[in-house]
Nanobody, 113 residues
Framework: QVQLVESGGDLVQAGGSLRLSCAAS????????IAWYRQAQGKQRELVAV???????NYADSVKGRFTISRDNARNTVDLQMNSLKPEDTAVYYC???????WGQGTQVTVTS
């Protein structure tokens, strides 16, 4: 079972940037599809972005043009670069290995106005 660990969450002002990383216990390259989800307090978990092993990506409409998901095989991570952050981006962010069904523990992102 692959284990995932997120990092990079922080408190940031609106308009700022953060970079989240998802590290895997084994080779990140062996994981076919990895997604970032987020869950705001009192709301359902929602898909933010997804990336395939071949580099194909897809994004939620709410983050298109602001967030970028990428694989870094050298660092063995999948990263989520978040720019132009808004207070509504405040949530716990999770990475998820889709085929393996494995979730990380989450990292908190808080955006203040």
């Amino acid at each position: 079972q692959v284990q995932l660990v997120e990092s990079g969450g922080d408190l940031v002002q609106a308009g700022g940037s953060l970079r989240l990383s998802c590290a895997a216990s084994g080779s990140i390259f062996s994981i076919n599809v990895i997604a970032w989800y987020r869950q705001a307090q009192g709301k359902q978990r929602e898909l933010v972005a997804v990336i395939t092993r071949g580099g194909g990506t897809n994004y939620a409409d709410s983050v298109k043009g602001r967030f970028t998901i990428s694989r870094d095989n050298a660092r063995n991570t999948v990263d989520l670069q978040m720019n132009s952050l808004k207070p509504e981006d405040t949530a716990v962010y999770y990475c998820y290995a889709v085929k393996e069904g494995s979730w990380g523990q989450g990292t908190q992102v808080t955006v203040t106005s």
